[in-house]
């Protein structure tokens, strides 16, 4: 069965600081650097709370990803949506350890995407992975992603600049 996502919600707090407490090490490669009050209820409250209220501005489409039991496994989000002459947005996911390489961030970047193109009316979604991540970049391709180009040092990721690689999704690729 395909993972689904829906709409994150302040209910989601206390299990997102499970997985980002657990899951600290293993994403540090792929992260900023956090301060210990992210990695705890209230600093996933804050966060939950900021991207919704992004949301409700137009400005984001932020949606936890859920397993097969409805399970919180992971977040996907749009970020930076932009209409008119543009319209596009950045996506950026992440799934934790226990559940990497099982297919919900496939799943979840395919049913996104289908949104951004079929309900948001958007033209492109825009994502970057680090040069070495191969596993998101393997994710991107499956959907029919496709890389751009190089952008150096793009993101101060695990404390410093880095180079990313490009990748988009056209609504009517020509």
Same mark, same amino acid.
């Given at each position: 069965?395909?993972?689904?996502?829906?709409?994150?919600?302040?209910?989601? +707090? %206390?299990?997102?600081? #499970? !997985?980002? *407490?657990?899951?600290?090490?293993?994403?540090? $490669?792929?992260?900023?650097?956090?301060? /210990?009050?992210?990695?705890?209820?209230?600093?996933?409250? +804050? %966060?939950?709370?900021? #991207? !919704?209220? *992004?949301?409700?501005?137009?400005?984001?489409? $932020?949606?936890?990803?859920?397993?097969? /039991?409805?399970?919180?496994?992971?977040?996907?989000?749009?970020?930076?949506?932009?209409?008119?002459?543009?319209?596009?947005?950045?996506?950026?996911?992440?799934?934790?350890?226990?559940?990497?390489?099982?297919?919900?961030?496939?799943?979840?970047?395919?049913?996104?995407?289908?949104?951004?193109?079929?309900?948001?009316?958007?033209?492109?979604?825009?994502?970057?992975?680090?040069?070495?991540?191969?596993?998101?970049?393997?994710?991107?391709?499956?959907?029919?992603?496709?890389?751009?180009?190089?952008?150096?040092?793009?993101?101060?990721?695990?404390?410093?600049?880095?180079?990313?690689?490009?990748?988009?999704?056209?609504?009517?690729?020509?």
């Amino acid at each position: 069965m395909p993972a689904t996502t829906r709409l994150i919600s302040a209910d989601d +707090a %206390e299990r997102l600081a #499970v !997985l980002q *407490r657990t899951g600290q090490i293993f994403f540090a $490669p792929w992260e900023p650097v956090r301060q /210990d009050p992210y990695f705890t209820v209230a600093g996933q409250q +804050a %966060e939950v709370e900021n #991207v !919704l209220a *992004r949301h409700s501005r137009g400005e984001a489409l $932020p949606h936890v990803i859920l397993d097969e /039991d409805a399970q919180v496994v992971g977040r996907i989000t749009f970020s930076g949506i932009t209409y008119g002459a543009f319209q596009s947005c950045n996506m950026g996911y992440w799934v934790d350890e226990e559940n990497n390489g099982r297919g919900y961030a496939t799943d979840a970047v395919r049913a996104m995407t289908t949104r951004a193109f079929e309900e948001l009316g958007l033209h492109r979604v825009q994502a970057e992975t680090l040069i070495p991540n191969v596993r998101s970049q393997r994710v991107l391709q499956r959907v029919g992603f496709v890389r751009y180009g190089l952008a150096p040092a793009y993101l101060k990721i695990a404390g410093r600049w880095q180079d990313h690689l490009m990748y988009q999704l056209l609504a009517d690729p020509r």
